[in-house]
């Protein structure tokens, strides 16, 4: 397949104009979810691969541009809002890329990048020409997780004093290049660790200063395989698990614990829910119909930059969660217990 000269496509003049760089599952699933947001006008695909390029036909139509190379799309096509959904270590560049072509809204898959002083140079750019950046943070649009939130939110634990959040999977949903460090720049900290990082955040239990532990079973290759964490603070005490080889089915465990109540969320293929026990009532809930969470995630990003408005999770919270992942990784090298800071 041969590139295709810049075209102007169809629609509104007013219309957000996105172009996407990388096709593969992740972001074809934006694509879908771009299709459905009449606000949004598709102006450039990039992918290296020319089957994912093919996959297109069905959803974008035949006048958006299709190209190899991701920078050469940015310098043919004027976009106001770019997806980034390529293998982690080309973040970087790539956003670098789309914030010197005038992109002033940027989603860029999680990791937003592979290290923290890469990501600082992200946001020195993005400060500098005025953009918006947001990490992708489709957890955060799962039904059970909104539902942890919302009981967070109104109070129904009271002051969290403890508890464990385990996030995993075996290993087989990695795409194609994941275990690879060439092109992930690491294992399942910059996997599923961020995730769940991010959550904690969200909830509020990781202090500005805490102590931590950690333990790394690291791959042959030099990748992290599966990572256990303990934080402690003035938020209590909380456990943690990434992992690449859970032989159990739950995806996403987690458990707090409040001066006046605790909630258990559970993520399984099929069979997913939350239960509370307060001091006063209790309830479970089950979720059987998965919600498209990457759609909500995507969504969510053309909505608030249609609107002029910073997207969540912003950049900055796709940082805080690196600089957790540096320090995990430092402390588990160290083999001892240490101070860390939420700071980035």
């Known amino acids: 397949m041969a590139e295709q000269e810049a075209t102007q496509s169809g629609g509104s003049q007013t219309s957000l104009r996105v172009g996407i760089i990388g096709c593969g599952r992740a972001g ?102 005025g953009a918006r950046c947001k990490v992708g943070s489709n957890l955060r649009h799962f039904a059970e997780v909104q539902g942890l939130l919302s009981l967070v939110r109104d109070g129904r634990l009271g002051r969290i004093t403890g508890g464990s959040l385990h996030i995993g999977h075996d290993g087989s949903s990695l795409p194609s290049w994941g275990a690879d460090p060439g092109l992930s720049g690491g294992g399942t900290l910059l996997d599923n660790g961020v995730h769940v990082l991010d959550l904690a955040r969200l909830i509020g239990i990781i202090p500005e200063r805490f102590e931590i532990e950690a333990a790394v079973e690291w791959m042959a290759n030099g990748v992290d395989r599966h990572a256990t964490w303990s934080l402690d603070g003035r938020a209590g005490r ?67 930059a249609s609107a002029g408005n910073s997207p969540e999770a912003t950049l900055e919270d796709g940082m805080a969660a690196i600089a957790l992942v540096e320090q995990i990784y430092l402390a588990a090298q160290e083999g001892r217990r240490m101070e860390g800071r939420l700071a980035f």
């Open 28 to 129: 074809l699933r934006r694509i879908h979810a771009l299709a459905r947001f009449e606000g949004a006008q598709p102006v450039f695909a990039s992918d290296t691969s020319e089957e994912a390029l093919s996959r297109l036909d069905p959803v974008l139509p035949a006048s958006v541009p299709r190209y190899f190379s991701g920078f050469e799309a940015l310098k043919a096509v004027p976009a106001d809002a770019v997806i980034i959904s390529t293998p982690p270590v080309h973040h970087e560049e790539l956003a670098l890329a789309a914030l010197d072509a005038g992109c002033r809204f940027l989603l860029v898959e999680k990791p937003v990048t592979c290290t923290l002083a890469a990501a600082r140079r992200v946001l020195a750019r993005s400060i500098q020409v």
């Open 238 to 304: 909380y456990s943690f698990e990434s992992s690449w080889r859970r032989e159990d089915r739950t995806y996403l465990d987690i458990h707090l614990e409040g001066d006046a109540g605790q909630v258990r969320l559970l993520v399984n293929p099929g069979n997913s829910g939350l239960s509370y026990q307060g001091t006063e009532h209790s309830f479970q809930t089950r979720y059987v119909t998965p919600v498209d969470s990457w759609a909500g995630d995507t969504l969510h990003f053309l909505q608030q």
